[in-house]
């Protein structure tokens, strides 16, 4: 049975820092993509940042970029979604998510698995 766990996040000021991780477990996990959705309230869920299993790939949503560092570390079966200069948009249930690819993993259809997600506040 495929598990992930998401843990961090929390709330932060506007200009802040957070990060949040993932736990993965049931699965090969040097063999997926790992990424983060996001959803705000009253919105869809959005990619956020995805990372190949090798991880010298990388992707990121526009709103991003320059702000957020994606890493994984298949030793200890986690990914890390390291989030500087925050902003209120940023608010959201994060999601972690495993998938074949980091081309595919941008969408919820190439998403395999589901975490259930952890809260992050940004306030202005």
């Known amino acids: 049975q495929v598990r992930l766990v998401e843990s961090g996040g929390g709330s932060a000021q506007a200009g802040g820092s957070l990060s949040v991780s993932c736990a993965a477990s049931?699965?090969?996990?040097?063999?997926?993509?790992m990424g983060w959705f996001r959803q705000a309230p009253g919105k869809e869920r959005e990619f956020v940042a995805a990372?190949?299993?090798?991880?010298?790939?990388?992707d990121y949503a526009d709103s991003v970029k320059g702000r957020f560092t994606i890493v994984r570390d298949n030793g200890k079966r986690a990914v890390h979604l390291h989030m500087n200069a925050l902003k209120p948009d940023d608010t959201g249930v994060y999601f972690c998510?495993?998938?074949?690819?980091?081309?595919?993993?941008?969408?919820?259809?190439?998403?395999?698995?589901w975490g259930q997600g952890t809260q992050v506040t940004v306030s202005s």
């Open positions: 998510v495993v998938g074949l690819q980091t081309r595919t993993i941008k969408k919820p259809p190439g998403v395999s698995y």
């Open positions: 049931g699965v090969t996990f040097s063999a997926y993509a």
């Open positions: 990372i190949s299993w090798t991880g010298s790939t990388t």
